[in-house]
């Protein structure tokens, strides 16, 4: 099977940001993305619509034009959340955006109105039903079809990176389920979902999407919801691994850190340097570790099953990379990365407010102040204003 892949005219982005759409009396996410969509005609119609529906009515998807810098991402971004704003607040409605909703149960989710959808649910079933959590996707251009299989090979070794800095999931339904993304476990539950499959080169991809779709699998190789993909018709790597991201800065932190992990790998096959090639066993096992601890995993750092403490190799990496990301107008929001390992992921600011005496509710006030003034909420945002919980 011949998949054709339309080569990016350098490290361009393109940015997928999914977002709640929360009640700001009950805090309890609300079905209503049909009629917010409906009023931003401007944004939800034509050729390549700016919002738009994703699997439940409580989320609507906001997507950038193509960029070349995170900055410029993070701006387009800001511009569609702001309209979106202007139209959800007289609503009594906030945006927010964490892995899942720490109140809310999927049990109450309505679909969103879409036939793709429709199928996915009745093909998938329980799978699917539950499916009530929130992600970014960054998709980054790459030159060249034959150095995408390398390069996503090369970028599952950081899927505990991206995960890590993301989490922000650790409330399921009500519970704290102990993990630090229980996204990463509901969604990667879905049969073509999970770490990418290590793969050769391009013609093996082939191959391999060959195999699925005569097999029935899938029916579009869109179906294959791995953590890191390749988007052929927009010449694009997807990492698809992180968590819902409270705010437009942490944004802004893992556009930069994909765009400037693509972009070296592809430099350095450029000059002839053969790719990282993790075993797929470390990729899974520290998948799994920043599932559950988060930035206090300790991940594996060689085939031979040395460890490392995550913190400490973020920070390394930072350092690595921060030569590439000045070259890429990307240092500030590279940057970023700092203030997350010093004052936590969300989900270390999510159990932080509880430790302060706050509810699952004062969780959910602080991930719409967050993303509403774009900084990070490590306190109960309601001691003492008698506004607990709802």
Same mark, same amino acid.
């Given at each position: 099977?011949?998949?054709?892949?339309?080569?990016?005219?350098?490290?361009?982005?393109?940015?997928?940001?999914?977002?709640?759409?929360?009640?700001?009396?009950?805090?309890?996410?609300?079905?209503?993305?049909?009629?917010?969509?409906?009023?931003?005609?401007?944004?939800?119609?034509?050729?390549?619509?700016?919002?738009?529906?994703?699997?439940?009515?409580?989320?609507?998807?906001?997507?950038?034009?193509?960029?070349?810098?995170?900055?410029?991402?993070?701006?387009?971004?800001?511009?569609?959340?702001?309209?979106?704003?202007?139209?959800?607040?007289?609503?009594?409605?906030?945006?927010?955006?964490?892995?899942?909703?720490? $109140?809310?149960?999927?049990?109450?989710?309505?679909?969103?109105?879409?036939?793709?959808?429709?199928?996915?649910?009745?093909?998938?079933?329980?799978?699917?039903?539950?499916?009530?959590?929130?992600?970014?996707?960054?998709?980054?251009?790459?030159?060249?079809?034959?150095?995408?299989?390398?390069?996503?090979?090369? &970028?599952?070794?950081?899927?505990?990176?991206?995960?890590?800095?993301?989490?922000?999931?650790?409330?399921?339904?009500?519970?704290?389920?102990?993990?630090?993304?229980?996204?990463?476990?509901?969604?990667?539950?879905?049969?073509?979902?999970?770490?990418?499959?290590? &793969?050769?080169?391009?013609?093996?991809?082939?191959?391999?999407?060959?195999?699925?779709?005569?097999?029935?699998? $899938?029916?579009? $190789?869109?179906?294959?919801?791995?953590?890191?993909?390749?988007?052929?018709?927009?010449?694009?790597?997807?990492?698809?691994?992180?968590?819902?991201?409270?705010?437009?800065?942490?944004?802004?932190?893992?556009?930069?850190?994909?765009?400037?992990?693509?972009?070296?790998?592809?430099?350095?096959?450029?000059?002839?340097?053969?790719?990282?090639?993790?075993?797929?066993?470390?990729?899974?096992?520290?998948?799994?570790?920043? %599932?559950?601890?988060?930035?206090?995993?300790?991940?594996? %750092?060689?085939?031979?099953?040395?460890?490392?403490?995550?913190?400490?190799?973020?920070?390394?990496?930072?350092?690595?990379?921060?030569?590439?990301?000045?070259?890429?107008?990307?240092?500030?929001?590279?940057?970023?990365?700092?203030?997350? &390992?010093?004052?936590?992921?969300?989900?270390?600011?999510?159990?932080?407010?509880?430790?302060?005496?706050?509810?699952?509710?004062?969780?959910?006030?602080?991930?719409? $102040?967050?993303?509403?003034?774009?900084?990070?909420?490590?306190?109960?945002?309601?001691?003492?204003?008698?506004?607990?919980?709802?």
């Amino acid at each position: 099977m011949a998949i054709e892949f339309n080569p990016s005219r350098g490290a361009t982005l393109g940015v997928e940001w999914e977002l709640q759409l929360v009640d700001r009396h009950t805090r309890q996410l609300r079905q209503d993305a049909k009629e917010v969509l409906a009023a931003v005609p401007e944004l939800s119609e034509g050729r390549r619509p700016k919002a738009m529906h994703e699997l439940m009515q409580s989320q609507i998807e906001i997507v950038t034009d193509v960029c070349n810098t995170a900055g410029e991402a993070v701006q387009d971004l800001k511009r569609s959340l702001e309209r979106l704003q202007e139209v959800v607040e007289p609503r009594g409605t906030g945006l927010a955006c964490t892995g899942t909703h720490a $109140i809310s149960d999927w049990r109450d989710a309505v679909y969103a109105p879409v036939q793709r959808y429709a199928e996915l649910v009745e093909e998938m079933q329980w799978l699917a039903w539950r499916i009530q959590t929130f992600g970014v996707h960054v998709h980054v251009g790459v030159t060249d079809r034959e150095k995408v299989i390398p390069i996503v090979n090369a &970028l599952a070794a950081h899927l505990p990176h991206f995960l890590a800095l993301t989490s922000s999931s650790p409330y399921w339904g009500g519970q704290d389920t102990g993990l630090a993304s229980s996204r990463a476990i509901v969604f990667g539950a879905l049969p073509t979902a999970g770490p990418p499959h290590l &793969l050769a080169d391009w013609a093996e991809f082939e191959e391999y999407m060959g195999t699925l779709l005569r097999a029935g699998t $899938i029916r579009s $190789i869109k179906e294959v919801w791995w953590d890191i993909r390749p988007h052929p018709d927009f010449g694009t790597i997807e990492v698809r691994m992180f968590d819902g991201i409270p705010t437009p800065r942490e944004v802004g932190m893992v556009v930069a850190l994909s765009q400037c992990l693509v972009h070296q790998f592809d430099q350095q096959i450029d000059r002839g340097y053969k790719l990282p090639h993790p075993a797929a066993w470390v990729v899974r096992d520290n998948k799994w570790r920043a %599932t559950r601890y988060g930035l206090d995993a300790d991940v594996i %750092t060689d085939d031979h099953g040395s460890t490392a403490p995550m913190r400490d190799v973020l920070y390394e990496l930072q350092r690595e990379l921060e030569p590439v990301a000045e070259r890429l107008g990307c240092a500030e929001e590279l940057a970023v990365m700092t203030d997350v &390992l010093e004052q936590g992921s969300s989900c270390e600011r999510q159990r932080a407010i509880l430790a302060d005496g706050g509810a699952l509710e004062d969780i959910v006030d602080a991930t719409l $102040i967050e993303l509403a003034e774009d900084r990070f909420v490590t306190s109960n945002p309601n001691r003492g204003s008698g506004h607990s919980s709802a």
